[in-house]
């Protein structure tokens, strides 16, 4: 019966959506085994008839023997579908009889029930996982050896190919902090993720918030070094960097520690990971805000470099210069930001398979992306490569003709 009511969205304060079904049904068990003991230490309660029952959805009050109760559908259940429907018991001679019309059925909740559909769904969500598994990992080696290759050529060590770096890293970071979350949350199926509460699996949940908040703030700080570069014609000072290197990594810290202090504060309960919470909006709102100033310079450079490219007395070298440095970024901002700000104007239970395949599946290749487009395409990179390349051969040999000179006069 509970197999999809993780979906339905219950005002339970602090906790996860799909853990809301749950809970209550928890809550309501504990009040009906508190009553059972508190009859139970009551003289008179152990007369002819039926005890107090909890039946693993409602709690069925003791009852004379032969007489009949009826109890409504848990009002929880008409979030999904309003049902008005009765089911019925009896107390017999053998005790409570079963619960007639069944559930599934007075409740109008037949399709929910079936074991066909939660394997399916189970088959559904461990397809996502591999997908997104196999992206992140194919990221992260994609961009170390980016980063390798940026670190190794000194030729590539400029300010531009820094901020690429950091933001390699963010990305680098935002794939680990999905690896250490679903080990902590998801790795022991014995644990109940739905109470669980530990200062483990609430550090993994902010380590993972800040992953993804650097993530949105490195590429702002792409855009603004891009929307700089052709407002300065390509003379960028250096102590711009640290301004970036601030806005990336310390807008971000700011942004956890209020966020964290705040839970600590008003909502410590489970592990943080509950996107209907009133305060998930302390990270949501900066993140909404670095995709809102990136989609700006999106139009603003746009602009820019539509009018430097119409100029007749712009060189083709510098035309060339200007469409290898945007041509990135103009594709990555509505990459980035388009489908964010869509799901963002609907509630976090509209969508849930788009927002699984858009933020796991299709996100967890962007990192790979990002290396494509700033490294392995980059002209430039390219060219060093060659170069270094042509070099080593040379080297070798000149080598390989020096031993083979060297044995032949001897």
């Known amino acids: 019966l509970f197999s999809c009511l993780p979906f339905l969205l219950p005002k339970v304060q602090g906790t996860h959506p799909d853990c809301s079904v749950v809970l209550h049904f928890q809550k309501r068990e504990a009040e009906c085994l508190q009553r059972i003991r ?64 069944p559930y599934h059925s007075a409740c109008q909740l037949e399709t929910l029930g079936s074991n066909n559909d939660t394997e399916a769904k189970a088959r559904h969500f461990v397809t996502i996982k591999v997908l997104y598994t196999c992206g992140y990992s ?14 190794c050529f000194r030729k590539l060590h400029c300010t531009r190919n820094s901020i690429h770096i950091h933001f390699f ?4 970071l935002r794939g680990t902090a999905v690896f250490i979350k679903d080990r902590v949350l998801f790795s022991d199926e014995s644990i109940d993720h739905c109470t669980m509460s530990t200062v483990t699996c609430k550090a993994a949940i902010a380590f ?59 909502d410590n309960h489970g592990c943080w990971d509950d996107y209907s919470s009133l305060y998930w909006w302390v990270i949501k709102a900066p993140i909404l805000l670095a995709i809102f100033v990136n989609f ?15 100029c007749p007395d712009l060189s083709r070298t510098h035309k060339q210069q200007y469409m290898r440095l945007t041509k990135s970024t103009l594709l990555l901002i509505p990459l980035f930001g388009v489908h964010y700000v869509v799901f963002a104007l609907f509630p976090e239970h509209v969508g849930v398979d788009a927002r699984l395949y858009f933020e796991l599946v299709l996100g967890s290749y962007q990192g790979f992306l990002v290396a494509l487009l700033y490294c392995f395409l980059n002209g430039e990179v390219q060219a060093e490569i060659r170069r270094n390349w042509g070099t080593w051969q040379r080297s ?15």
Not at 72 to 87: D, Q, R, Y
Not at 138 to 151: D, E, P, V
Not at 169 to 172: C, D, L, N
């Open 169 to 172: 890293t963010s990305f680098i």
């Open 208 to 266: 993972f918030q800040y992953s993804v908040l650097a993530n949105f703030y490195w590429l702002l700080v792409e855009g603004l070094y891009l929307q700089t570069l052709l407002l300065l014609t390509f003379t960028c000072d250096r102590s711009y960097t640290w301004g970036y290197v601030l806005m990336g990594w310390g807008v971000p810290m700011v942004t956890v520690v209020v966020w964290v202090l705040t839970r600590l504060q008003y």
């Open 396 to 410: 070798m040999e000149s080598n390989v003709f020096n031993l083979a000179t060297q044995d032949f006069t001897a």
């Open 296 to 310: 700006l310079i999106f139009l603003n450079v746009t602009r820019m470099l539509a009018q430097k490219i119409r």
């Open 38 to 101: 508190n009859e139970s230490h009551s003289p008179g309660q152990a007369g002819q008839g039926c005890l107090t029952e909890w039946d693993g959805v409602s709690c069925w009050p003791a009852l004379p023997l032969g007489q009949t109760r009826g109890v409504a559908c848990p009002e929880i259940l008409n979030v999904f579908k309003k049902s008005k429907g009765l089911i019925q018991r009896n107390c017999t001679e053998w005790g409570w009889s079963p619960p007639s019309p």
């Open 138 to 151: 194919t990221s992260l080696a994609a961009l170390l050896l980016a980063i390798g290759i940026f670190c």
